[in-house]
């Protein structure tokens, strides 16, 4: 009986044979590690999740709300409770600014909003607490944007490889 069965491509000690193949498993890309499934890695959103657009919205409108709201008091008379509720609602209005690049926009703008509407919070209970008719909906408004953005797919996002 012959030997069916072709040589091991490696000697006992683990050297490779000379004139014949070496496996040394599959050829895999070290940008994207050992992949899941049959892929080369997890694949990144191709279009923005609802829960990113749904936080880019919630920004939006609070922020046209409170924009509206202060014009609405100053031209009531009262300068100074519109200063108020402007200020009391500042960091919502700059998070509508990065709201603006969430497209294309990287893990840092998400960050970015995550802490500046964490501390709308903290100003939207000041805002309460003095009597501020404005604290309320920059309060709500930065809750739930802290919660849209904190989720999984929020981070998936922002941390997708882009293409220039």
Do not use: E
């Amino acid at each position: 009986m012959s030997n069916q069965f072709p040589p091991p491509p490696h000697d006992p000690q683990g050297n490779p044979q000379p004139g014949l193949p070496s496996y040394t498993g599959p050829a895999q890309d070290p940008a994207y590690g050992n992949g899941y499934g049959y892929g080369y890695g997890p694949v990144a959103p191709q279009s923005m999740p609802g829960m990113v657009r749904a936080a880019q919205i919630v920004v939006w409108v609070l922020s046209g709300l409170v924009l509206l709201g202060t014009i609405a008091i100053a031209a009531s008379g009262d300068s100074q409770t519109a200063g108020a509720a402007f200020g009391a609602n500042i960091c919502l209005l700059v998070t509508c600014g990065f709201a603006f690049a969430f497209q294309n926009a990287g893990n840092g703008v998400r960050v970015t909003c995550i802490v500046l509407m964490s501390v709308q919070i903290a100003l939207g209970l000041g805002g309460l607490a003095s009597g501020n008719p404005g604290g309320l909906i920059g309060l709500l408004g930065s809750i739930a944007t802290v919660i849209l953005l904190s989720q999984g797919g929020a981070g998936a996002w922002f941390k997708r490889p882009r293409t220039l």
